[in-house]
C-alpha cells in the first residue's frame, strides 16, 4: 500500500466549511448499551477534531438492515455493515461535515464468513462511516473475556478518532503503530498509538487551516480531556501534549528573537513585534 501525500489527501477531502462542519455521531440504540463510553467518546473527538459534535438516534430496526445470529458471546445478533452505510448515505445532515454511526452491536460485511466481523469502515469522500464498540471490552475478538476498563476505554477513542478521520479524507497510514494503520485484530489495535504520526497530523493541520495557536490550543484541550476522562490511563500521553504546548511556545519567542536580531541589518524597516 502506497502513503498518501499530503497533496493526494487535499485532492479528495471535502472542505470544511462555516456552513458545513458539524460531526454527528448517530446512535442505533436507545438508551445506549454503555453511556458513561459514549460521553467519553464525544468529549474525546470534540476535543480531537475541534469541531462541534452532535448525537442523534435512529433505531436500528426501523434502518431495514439485514442481521444475522451474532456469535462467541458478542450479542444475540449482528447488523449488516453494508446496509448502515447506504443508510447512512442518504442521511447526512445538510450542516453536517460528516455523519459516523457508532453501535454497541457487532457489525458484519455480507461478504465475509460467518462468525467474522468488521469494527468500523467509513467513506473518504462521502462523509459518512461506522464503528461498533461491540468487541473492545474483550481481551480477544474471537470470544467474550472481559477486559481492563482503561484498555477499553483505550480502545474506544482510537477506534473512533480512526473513523471520523477517514471522513476527513485520510486513508490508511502505512507506519504500523500510527492511529490511522489499517488493523485487522484487537492485538493490532492495540498496537497502534492513540494518537496520530506527523504525517497524518499535519494532514488535518492543512484541511482545517489550524494556525499556531489553534495547534497549542487543541494539544491544551486534548490534555485536560483525557485528565478528566482517567488520568492515571493516559498520563504518558497528557504530558506529551503539554510538551508540544511548551515547545510551540518556546518556538515562538525564539522566532521573535530571531527577528529582533535580524532587524538592524534590514532596511527599511519600521514595524514593532510582538
Request: glycine letters at 4%; one cysteine or more; hydrophobic letters at 35%.
Amino acid at each position: 500500500m502506497a502513503a498518501q501525500s499530503l497533496r493526494e489527501h487535499l485532492n479528495i477531502a471535502n472542505a470544511v466549511t462555516a456552513n458545513r462542519k458539524m460531526i454527528y455521531l448517530h446512535t442505533l440504540e436507545d438508551p445506549f448499551p454503555d453511556s458513561a463510553m459514549l460521553h467519553a467518546i464525544v468529549r474525546y473527538l470534540t476535543a480531537f477534531f475541534c469541531l462541534p459534535l452532535h448525537v442523534t438516534h435512529t433505531p436500528w430496526q426501523s434502518m431495514h438492515l439485514r442481521t444475522r445470529p451474532g456469535c462467541t458471546g458478542f450479542g444475540e445478533i449482528q447488523l449488516s455493515m453494508d446496509d448502515l452505510l447506504v443508510w447512512l448515505k442518504y442521511h447526512v445532515p445538510e450542516d453536517a461535515y460528516c455523519i459516523v454511526a457508532v453501535t454497541g452491536l457487532d457489525l458484519f460485511l455480507a461478504s465475509a464468513a460467518p462468525g467474522c466481523y468488521i469494527p468500523g469502515r467509513s467513506h473518504y469522500t462521502q462523509r459518512h462511516g461506522a464503528f461498533s464498540i461491540a468487541r473492545l471490552g474483550s481481551e480477544v475478538d474471537t470470544s467474550f473475556q472481559p477486559c481492563d476498563q482503561a484498555l477499553y476505554l483505550r480502545r474506544c477513542l482510537k477506534l473512533s478518532s480512526h473513523e471520523v478521520a477517514h471522513t476527513f479524507g485520510l486513508k490508511h497510514c502505512v507506519k504500523p503503530t500510527c492511529r490511522m494503520a489499517g488493523t485487522t485484530s484487537l492485538e493490532h489495535h492495540d498496537e497502534t498509538t492513540l494518537f496520530f504520526c506527523n504525517t497524518c497530523e499535519q494532514k488535518l493541520e492543512k484541511l482545517f487551516r489550524w494556525s499556531y495557536h489553534d495547534c497549542q490550543r487543541r494539544a491544551k484541550t486534548l490534555a485536560q480531556c483525557l485528565r478528566g476522562l482517567l488520568s492515571e490511563e493516559f498520563e504518558d500521553e497528557v504530558h506529551y501534549l503539554e510538551s508540544i504546548a511548551v515547545d510551540r511556545r518556546q518556538e515562538r519567542i525564539s522566532r521573535s528573537d530571531r527577528i529582533r536580531r535580524d532587524l538592524p541589518s534590514l532596511p527599511c524597516i519600521d514595524q514593532k513585534i510582538s
